[in-house]
């Protein structure tokens, strides 16, 4: 996803960048004088630049912030400034001409949009549309204000013979110079103000002024250039009435532009539930799309990509998963700093190219006094007008920031760079004055404000948690206030906003949310989720240790029954280490049955020890993790064969343990279906094939034997697990001393395997049925089993490779072996036969003791196969048998 | 009178309107739908009474006018605004205590919660709700709110402005 985003940033900027046809050189690669190697860089110079463009971006983002002193004190923005500075000076030095611009195409289509998406993604929506009075004055009024005011004043400047004559410029020309100059930087803004921490109204309005007054600016920009281009003398009144007319245009447009895919948005995460993989992507495409659109029919795209965010946010984050919740947001930042970065070094580098600019102090000079003068002035006037009708005033301390703050940026320079030399004659000059404009904000006042803010002690945001009180008591007030405008029936704001949610609530919603998560929607319930999740997350840090202790006596709900009673942290913990680990279990779980199996798993889950997990779909495009049921499934095994062994260690030939326990017997009789196959299958292993063992099948075989088998075969395999206890203890023991002492120990366990099988086998030998050929394998494989699993966590061997080799001696000596010693015909055995095991007819399983695999056997079982091979034809491949001891060791180690 | 009392600038045909009976208010339709209606509507209406006076409506209105600059310096020794914080809040906080007893319980909670949120939240979820909450306010282990709680669990929201409306006409 990243990938493919920063390759789409990729490609253009690789045009810009071939444009000036470079040397390699310049960047000092390493280039020996094979032509091979020649050719190949030519083949990737572009991406390569790029993403080397970048990666020294983020090397410097990493070498700025290694001393917290330099960052604390100067703004990201200016270090990578000057950093560009030096960078584009080293460029010009060595390539003798400057070189990777800050293109304005490149600009425009690829790195302003992952910043304007950001921000209006995360856009806090309820502080936003209470400022947005504020917000549209000053990005409509202001803006208009400025360019105007600027240029004329600029025009004053040339009349009274201040800037140099070689400036040719008419009023025309000053009003779009100061068109371009006039609108705040959303990049530059956001760029200082992140770092300043004022408080949220004063931020949003400044932030939001600048993601607004695009519009303006491009309206401007526009109008003012095909004036300049028709030349002033052929401009008619309608001209003028156009220009105010493209105004609206642009700015709705945009704005209804941005909503309709917005709409599209919601709608399309709406039915994504089963390719989850592609939600983050559908976000980025169509907010792209949206600014492209925009831009495609010369609407404002900032506009347009703003009030995208701002519009599907509520919808999107309620119908995509939790992790995609998390993609898109890291991503989006990813992007966005990226962008950033991008830009601020460029502005730096493109600075140094002295060919693009000349110089005139009169209108550097001008230009810079009267944008802070007109800036303060129209602040100050706006403010005065909009206090009249604002709730909370804006103080003359938030006036001195909001003037201060008044950042130009990189969209000034793009713009200034777009202009028509041949239209434009003083663009030079022009150029000029824009980037001392955007240096001086960016640097100099970027620099200023924090002491400026310290100084005048405006009001910090303050970072303070979410509490549920807060949040239930904002609603409160929310409704109070919406049902006293209802009983005065004064159509304000609160009355409107309650209209808004209610047919939010009533059609919008209901058409854009997925319907379970329409249902589950509520902010004071997403509150307590969080806040539980944040519990849960501090609890499991430093209580963990102290739930796998007390071991499984916690989770019972006390709270459910005497709310009362519990203790505060009681409860907490309760809600922390049960509901609310992860969201998707919450999302589903309802009854109390299900929360309390929840809080038993995520116990489990984090008390327990946890083996080494080894990711079997590492192939798959579409699907990142494994069904939380396969998984839970898995831990259930798990956790089983950890009980087993725990209680195999503690007592010893403890027959009716197994009996006890439902779950386990069911996996003692998978393992009859591996012993088997293992045991017939014998010598012919192929190992690499293993790798891919399939989980697929294991679930095939439960399901299989469940249905297979009738009552009087679980009988015989109760039994057969009796045998498994004795032979476990016994092997266990050996295994043990082997694991504690070594890291290595599967050669240990050759040793001990033919006393066990010695043991057994004049034990076994006696009884002659067929069917307990199975319990006896069990009894030999499961302790392997079980062991190499054990032994494997205690031994940390890492990858599947490794423990195939030492385990193949385990695996392939043990089961084998007691047969290979008593009798030699075993190897004999074709290798796809397929043994008989669970699908033995009943009467055949009748349990009984042990048996040894004599020749006498052999007709006997040879008889079956036919009826074997049609069982195993179904599921399982000559060469998957094999598989199924893998397969266990994978179980043991999950 | 209209500024003496509230400073909201209603035009009295408006409040000629709807001044008499509870039913007038309940017959609006958008504090039907409101989930709080009911209460609020309660809240205009003195203990017991069906009816409200102009006076009595100002005064009830007059918790929402927004405080003013030269107010906040104003005499302290004088009677608390009615727009005054503590005041706000306690409109919100009278709410919630249905037997006005200064506290919030737990079943009070649940009541405001339960028409708050929606149908899809289950009981058992919405008594985790309200246990939280009261946990988070409670100091002084009572199992329930009390005003100065609340008004300490408020103590960094901006209530001045999220309590005021600012009446232009």
Not at chain 1, 505 to 522: C, G, H, N, T
Not at chain 1, 549 to 570: D, F, I, Q, Y
Not at chain 1, 741 to 753: F, H, N, Q, W
Not at chain 1, 795 to 821: I, M, V, W
């Amino acid at each position: 996803m990243l990938r493919a985003a920063l390759s789409l940033l990729a490609l253009p900027l690789a045009g810009a960048a071939e444009q000036p046809t470079q040397k390699p050189e310049s960047l000092g690669e390493p280039l020996p004088g094979l032509e091979l190697f020649r050719w190949q860089w030519h083949e990737v110079e572009a991406p390569y630049l790029v993403a080397l463009w970048i990666l020294v971006a983020s090397l410097a983002k990493i070498v700025f912030h290694l001393s917290r002193k330099v960052t604390s004190l100067v703004p990201e923005s200016c270090l990578l400034i000057l950093l560009g500075l030096v960078l584009g000076g080293i460029v010009l030095a060595v390539a003798k001409k400057a070189e990777y611009q800050l293109e304005p195409g490149t600009f425009f289509l690829f790195l302003l949009p992952p910043i304007v998406l950001d921000s209006g993604y995360f856009m806090p929506s309820r502080l936003f549309f209470d400022n947005l009075g504020a917000i549209l004055t000053y990005a409509v009024v202001g803006t208009l204000w400025n360019a105007f005011t600027t240029g004329a004043a600029l025009w004053g400047l040339q009349q009274a013979g201040l800037v140099a004559p070689r400036v040719q410029a008419g009023l025309l020309d000053f009003l779009l110079f100061g068109s371009l100059i006039s609108a705040v930087d959303p990049v530059a803004v956001l760029a200082v103000f992140e770092e300043v921490h004022v408080n949220e109204t004063l931020f949003i309005i400044v932030f939001g002024e600048s993601l607004l007054n695009d519009a303006v600016t491009v309206v401007l920009y526009k109008v003012c250039n095909s004036f300049v281009e028709m030349g002033s003398a052929n401009v008619q009144a309608t001209d003028y009435l156009k220009g105010v007319a493209s105004l609206f245009v642009v700015s709705l447009g945009g704005a209804a532009v941005g909503l309709v895919f917005a709409f599209l948005l919601a709608l399309t995460t709406r039915f994504t539930k089963r390719v989850r993989i592609i939600e983050p992507l559908l976000v980025f495409l169509l907010a792209y799309a949206a600014y492209l659109t925009a831009e495609m029919a010369s609407l404002s795209a900032i506009l347009a990509v703003t009030m995208c965010g701002l519009g599907c946010k509520k919808y999107v984050e309620a119908n995509i998963s939790h992790k995609s919740r998390t993609t898109v947001k890291y991503t989006m930042k990813t992007l966005a700093s990226c962008a950033e970065t991008v830009i601020f070094m460029l502005l730096g580098i493109s600075a140094v190219d002295s060919s693009k600019w000349a110089w005139d102090s009169g209108l550097v000079l001008g230009t810079l006094i009267f944008i802070l003068f007109f800036r303060a002035l129209g602040v100050v006037l706006q403010t005065w007008v909009l206090n009249q009708f604002r709730l909370v005033p804006l103080d003359k301390i938030d006036q001195v920031v909001m003037s201060y703050g008044g950042l130009r940026g990189a969209v000034a320079f793009a713009l200034v760079i777009l202009l028509d030399r041949t239209k434009v004659p003083a663009k030079d000059y022009f150029v000029a004055t824009t980037i001392v404009v955007v240096f001086f904000t960016v640097i100099v006042q970027g620099l200023t404000i924090k002491p400026l803010v310290k100084w005048l002690k405006v009001k910090r945001s303050e970072h303070h948690k979410p509490t549920l009180n807060q949040e239930l008591h904002e609603h409160t007030f929310d409704h109070i206030l919406a049902a006293v405008e209802d009983v005065v029936g004064h159509h304000g704001y609160h009355y409107w906003r309650d209209r808004w949610e209610q047919f939010d609530k009533k059609y919008l919603s209901q058409l854009l949310m997925r319907r379970s998560a329409y249902r589950i929607r509520d902010q004071i319930w997403d509150v307590y989720y969080r806040l539980n999740i944040r519990d849960a997350i501090s609890f499991v840090d430093q209580g963990g240790h102290v739930l796998s202790s007390t071991g499984l006596t916690l989770p019972s709900m006390p709270s459910r029954n005497s709310m009362a009673e519990t203790s505060v942290t009681n409860l907490l913990r309760e809600s922390g280490s049960g509901a609310c680990l992860d969201l998707q279990v919450i999302d589903t779980v309802r009854s109390g049955r299900d929360r309390e199996d929840a809080v038993m798993h995520h116990l489990l889950c984090g008390g327990l020890y946890k083996p080494r997990r080894r990711y079997k779909a590492s192939c798959s495009r579409h699907f990142i993790s494994e069904d939380a049921q396969e998984r839970q499934d898995k831990e259930v095994f798990q956790q089983n064969m950890k009980r087993r062994l725990e209680s195999f260690k503690s007592t010893k030939h403890n027959i009716c343990f197994t009996k006890s326990k439902p779950r386990p017997r069911k996996t003692g009789r998978r393992k009859d279906g591996v012993a088997n196959a293992e045991a017939t299958n014998g010598k012919p292993r192929d190992l690499g094939f293993q790798d891919t063992a399939a989980v697929i099948l294991t679930v095939e075989s439960e399901e299989e034997e469940e249905d297979s088998d009738s009552s009087e075969t679980e009988k015989e395999d109760d039994e057969g697990i009796i045998f498994v206890a004795r032979a476990t203890s016994e092997v266990l023991q050996e295994g043990k001393v082997s694991g504690s002492l070594e890291v290595c120990p599967s050669p240990r366990i050759i040793p001990p395997s033919p006393t066990c099988a010695e043991k057994e086998l004049p034990w076994k030998s006696g009884q002659g049925d067929l069917a307990v050929y199975v319990s006896s394998e069990t009894t030999k494989i499961v302790p392997v089993d079980m062991q190499t699993g054990w032994n494997q966590s205690m031994s940390s061997l890492e990858s599947l490779a490794s423990p195939p080799c030492n385990q193949a001696p385990t695996l392939t000596c043990l089961p084998p072996h007691p047969r290979g010693a008593e009798e030699p015909q075993a190897p004999l055995y074709p290798p796809s036969d397929p043994h008989p095991s669970f699908a033995f007819p009943p009467s055949l399983a009748k349990a009984g003791r042990s048996h040894s695999e004599s020749s006498a056997d052999l007709p006997q079982q040879q008889e079956l196969q036919p009826l074997m091979g049609h069982k195993d034809h179904t599921h399982l491949s000559p060469g998957t048998n094999s598989h199924w001891c893998i397969q266990f060791n994978r179980g043991s180690r999950l | 009178m209209t500024k003496n009392y509230s400073g909201l600038d209603v035009s009295s045909a408006k409040i000629e309107k709807l001044w008499s009976g509870r039913e007038d208010f309940q017959r609006i339709p958008e504090l039907a739908i409101n989930p709080l209606g009911d209460r609020i509507i309660n809240a205009f209406f003195p203990e017991g009474e069906d009816q409200v006076n102009f006076r009595g409506f100002m005064r009830t209105l007059a918790h929402f006018r927004p405080i003013e600059d030269n107010e906040k310096s104003k005499d302290v020794n004088g009677p608390e605004p009615l727009n005054s914080r503590s005041n706000k809040l306690h409109f919100a906080f009278r709410l919630y205590d249905l037997d006005k007893d200064d506290k919030i319980s737990r079943d009070e909670l649940l009541q405001v919660l339960r028409m708050m949120v929606g149908v899809n939240i289950s009981d058992e979820q919405l008594g985790s709700i309200a246990d939280r909450t009261i946990q988070e306010a409670d100091q002084d282990g009572d199992s329930a709110i009390s005003f100065t709680e609340f008004v300490k669990v408020l103590e960094k929201v901006d209530v001045e402005q999220k309590m005021s409306i600012r009446f232009l006409h």
